[in-house]
């Protein structure tokens, strides 16, 4: 079993910064991809971001492109989310996920790619 684990939430006001951190429990994990989703109050869960390990490419949603950027660091299996320009609306839990396997059909920024969830990290954005 993979386990997840978040960090780097926190309080910050509109137009700071943030970064989140995810490292994987066993670093032998060898993922296909891993990813960012974010969870506000009353809202369903959604993608922010994800990257795609064998090659480096990421993906993002457009509420987030050139604010944010994910990166990871093969040796260690970790994953980050530098966020910038923060806007109250990316107040939510943020949750980092991980995948060893391509689901044909299924989205890289789709949250049944993926296998293994992280408890989430809480960053709120006040204006």
């Known amino acids: 079993q993979v386990q997840l684990v978040e960090s780097g939430g926190g309080l910050v006001q509109a137009g700071e910064s943030l970064r989140l951190s995810c490292a994987a429990s066993?670093?032998?994990?060898?993922?296909?991809?891993m990813g960012w989703f974010r969870q506000a109050p009353g809202k369903e869960r959604e993608a922010v971001a994800a990257i795609r390990w064998s090659d480096g490419n990421t993906y993002y949603v457009d509420s987030v492109k050139g604010r944010f950027t994910i990166s990871r660091d093969n040796a260690k299996t970790m994953v980050y989310l530098q966020m910038n320009y923060l806007e109250p609306e990316d107040s939510a839990v943020y949750y980092c996920a991980a995948t060893r396997v391509l689901r044909v059909g299924v989205g890289i920024l789709t949250s049944n790619a993926y296998d293994y969830w992280g408890q989430g990290t809480q960053v709120t954005v006040s204006s």
């Open positions: 066993r670093r032998t994990i060898s993922p296909y991809a």
